[in-house]
């Protein structure tokens, strides 16, 4: 592990912390400090989503020491938040890595971000919620062939937080010179191919490992050892 670094893992808004569980557990037992904060939102705060999540993970992370690194690591949905994220955290950040995440563009949706990867899909997407349907909807039979462990399958359905229009639709904000470290990419699943290919464009270190979305929950010895691997080719440039 890096010195006075801390991984701080990030979970999709869409599921739950859960996601990182098995991945901390690895990170900790080789000496290292990890924070997997819940992000958090109410309905009735009529700020928009990202910044009450980018305020969970600044309560997640307040007992740091304010000279503490951070590499900020995101999966899935979390992937667009990491610049708010960053500015949050108001710690040095050593690093981004996404893994089977969306890269952020300043002031997209998610529903932007989602036209990139497959612009009829998501127009499908979008009259859905228009509809007043909310996603995602998962069931235990849903994620079988991803998630093979039933408990861990009957945890990840129990988090599912489904979400309508306004969490899809809503701008978030890239600062001015985003990113300011070091970039990599862990992709899992085909629904990425278009982040991948942007990372590997950017120059971003970036890693294929073949498995599910949700990979880091049927190998979390595997890729934990990518996530080292990624950061430590970050900070050797």
């Not at 710690?91 to 952020?104: M, N, Q, R, S």
């Not at 490992?209 to 990979?215: L, Q």
């Amino acid at each position: 592990m890096l010195e006075n670094t801390t991984y701080v893992l990030i979970h999709s808004p869409l599921v739950g912390p859960l996601t990182w569980r098995l991945v901390q557990r690895e990170l900790v037992n080789q000496s290292g400090e990890v924070v997997c904060p819940a992000l958090k939102d109410r309905g009735d705060d009529e700020r928009p989503f990202w910044k009450q999540h980018a305020e969970s993970l600044a309560q997640g992370l307040a007992r740091l020491p304010p000279d503490r690194r951070v590499i900020l690591v995101a999966h899935s949905g979390a992937g667009p938040l990491l610049p708010v994220m960053a500015q949050a955290a108001a710690l040095p950040v050593a690093g981004y890595v996404f893994v089977d995440a969306g890269i952020p563009r300043p002031q997209a949706s998610r529903l932007d971000l989602m036209r990139l990867q497959d612009q009829p899909w998501t127009e499908a997407f979008y009259q859905a919620l228009l509809q007043g349907d909310r996603y995602p909807t998962w069931r235990e039979e849903d994620l079988r062939s991803v998630i093979p462990d039933a408990d861990l399958r009957q945890q990840v359905v129990a988090e599912v937080n489904p979400r309508a229009l306004p969490f899809f639709a809503e701008p978030i904000p890239v600062f001015a010179g985003w990113p300011d470290a070091p970039c990599a990419y862990i992709k899992f699943s085909s629904s990425y191919d278009w982040d991948y290919r942007e990372a590997r464009r950017a120059g971003w270190y970036a890693r294929e490992v073949s498995g599910g979305h949700f990979h880091m929950l049927v190998d979390a010895a595997g890729v934990t050892a990518v996530l080292l691997q990624a950061v430590q080719a970050l900070e050797s440039g």
